[in-house]
């Protein structure tokens, strides 16, 4: 059995400029991967730019597996189309989580983590404490596809939190 050390939040907010995998839009949704763990957000229809708005939890007992987010348009009949991936490096953010304490003031930045072309941030995501948790806030650019962003953010729940 594996030692689980603290849940993930993963809230989907949006999507911004996807890619038109139908006749003039596309019908998105967003599936977030760590290991075996596999989540789903609600299918948008017909929206390139869609608000989920969604919370998704994963629980963490490798804090070196990545995140993996995959964009999806729905289809009836036929195999749902790829509209492009991204990957987070949980590193830095896990980096956080260990430098954290219970008496850390809001607003305290824990770590700045710069765009790269392998990290797949379309801009510069802050780490820092937000009402007593460990959050990161990113845009992600979608990677295998012609265009398109993710917005997101990760927070960090210790064991025996329930929040």
Request: include cysteine.
């Given at each position: 059995m594996?030692?689980?050390?603290?849940?993930?939040?993963?809230?989907?907010i949006?999507?911004?400029?996807l890619?038109?995998?139908?006749?003039r839009?596309?019908?998105?949704?967003?599936?977030?991967?760590?290991?075996?763990q596999?989540?789903?957000?609600?299918?948008?229809?017909?929206d390139l730019?869609?608000?989920?708005?969604?919370?998704?939890?994963?629980?963490?007992?490798e804090?070196?597996l990545p995140?993996?987010i995959?964009?999806?348009?729905?289809?009836?009949?036929t195999k749902?189309d790829?509209?492009?991936d991204?990957?987070?490096?949980?590193s830095?953010?896990?980096?956080?989580?260990e430098?954290?304490?219970?008496?850390?003031?809001?607003?305290?930045?824990y770590?700045?983590?710069?765009?790269t072309?392998?990290n797949c941030?379309a801009?510069?995501?802050?780490?820092?404490c937000?009402?007593?948790?460990?959050?990161?806030?990113?845009?992600?650019r979608?990677?295998?596809?012609?265009?398109?962003?993710i917005?997101?953010?990760l927070?960090?729940v210790p064991l025996?939190?329930?929040?």
């Amino acid at each position: 059995m594996e030692h689980v050390l603290g849940l993930m939040k993963v809230h989907v907010i949006r999507g911004t400029n996807l890619a038109v995998r139908d006749t003039r839009s596309s019908d998105p949704y967003v599936v977030v991967k760590m290991g075996d763990q596999r989540l789903k957000t609600h299918v948008k229809q017909n929206d390139l730019n869609p608000e989920w708005d969604e919370k998704l939890t994963l629980s963490v007992s490798e804090p070196i597996l990545p995140v993996i987010i995959e964009v999806f348009d729905k289809d009836t009949f036929t195999k749902d189309d790829k509209m492009g991936d991204a990957e987070v490096d949980l590193s830095p953010f896990m980096e956080a989580v260990e430098m954290h304490t219970s008496g850390t003031l809001d607003d305290t930045v824990y770590k700045f983590v710069l765009p790269t072309p392998e990290n797949c941030l379309a801009k510069e995501s802050c780490i820092k404490c937000v009402q007593g948790k460990v959050v990161q806030y990113l845009i992600l650019r979608l990677r295998n596809v012609e265009c398109g962003e993710i917005e997101m953010q990760l927070s960090w729940v210790p064991l025996g939190c329930s929040k």
